[in-house]
């Protein structure tokens, strides 16, 4: 029996801490990564700034296959929405808003979910020329987090499990671009 007692004791020992820990974690978190993709950044951002186009590149909006898409407003515009809807608690269920646009250099994104966990993100797909045939894009995802996600990027690492797959939509970016 005290062998009960102390694996109890020492979970609520761990749980008392991570809630601790969350307590004074950050209430917002950034991911920023960028690639080089040799094309020319007029038809890099002409490319990034159509929201059907993330679904051959963007690992989130390719995760399933079958989830139901529906897109509001003209894309690439200001308004624009896509919502989605999925059977996989990966996926879930939410939408995201072209917010502004400044042509040819950054698309901005309010990234509402619904599901599995209500929330707000801002993400942000920005082209700069490196050369006349090469540009850098960089991708920034970031948002605030409540208590309970805060201890949730903790117990899972969230914040470089995010980054990982921004850096991932980025390589596939890259390849689509420069592939075909």
Same mark, same amino acid.
């Given at each position: 029996?005290?062998?009960?007692? #102390?694996?109890? @004791? #020492?979970?609520? $020992? @761990? ?5 601790? $820990? ?12 960028? #690639? ?14 159509? *929201? ?16 139901? *898409?529906?897109?509001?407003? +003209?894309?690439? +515009?200001?308004?624009?929405?896509? $919502?989605?809807?999925?059977? %996989?608690? =990966? &996926?879930?269920?939410?939408? =995201? ?23 707000? %993100? ?8 490196? &050369?006349?045939? =090469? ?9 605030? !987090?409540?208590?309970? *996600?805060?201890?949730?990027? *903790? ?6 499990? !995010? $980054?990982?797959?921004?850096? +991932? &939509? ?11």
């Amino acid at each position: 029996m005290n062998i009960v007692l #102390i694996i109890l @004791l #020492i979970i609520v $020992a @761990l749980v008392v801490i991570l809630m601790i $820990a969350a307590a004074f974690a950050p209430d917002s978190f950034t991911i920023e990564r960028d #690639i080089v993709i040799n094309k020319p950044k007029q038809q890099v951002f002409d490319f990034v700034r159509l *929201m059907k186009n993330q679904t051959r590149y963007n690992k989130w909006v390719m995760q399933d296959p079958n989830q139901r *898409m529906d897109y509001r407003g +003209t894309d690439g +515009t200001v308004g624009c929405v896509c $919502a989605w809807e999925s059977e %996989s608690k =990966q &996926s879930g269920k939410g939408e =995201q808003e072209i917010s502004n646009i400044v042509d040819g250099k950054n698309v901005d994104y309010d990234v509402r979910f619904e599901k599995p966990f209500r929330n707000t %993100s801002h993400m942000q797909i920005a082209t700069d020329a490196v &050369s006349a045939n =090469q540009t850098k894009v960089t991708w920034t995802f970031g948002g605030k !987090l409540t208590f309970g *996600m805060k201890m949730l990027h *903790m117990v899972l690492n969230l914040k470089n499990v !995010l $980054a990982k797959d921004v850096q +991932t &939509s980025l390589g596939n970016l890259k390849n689509v671009l420069e592939n075909g």
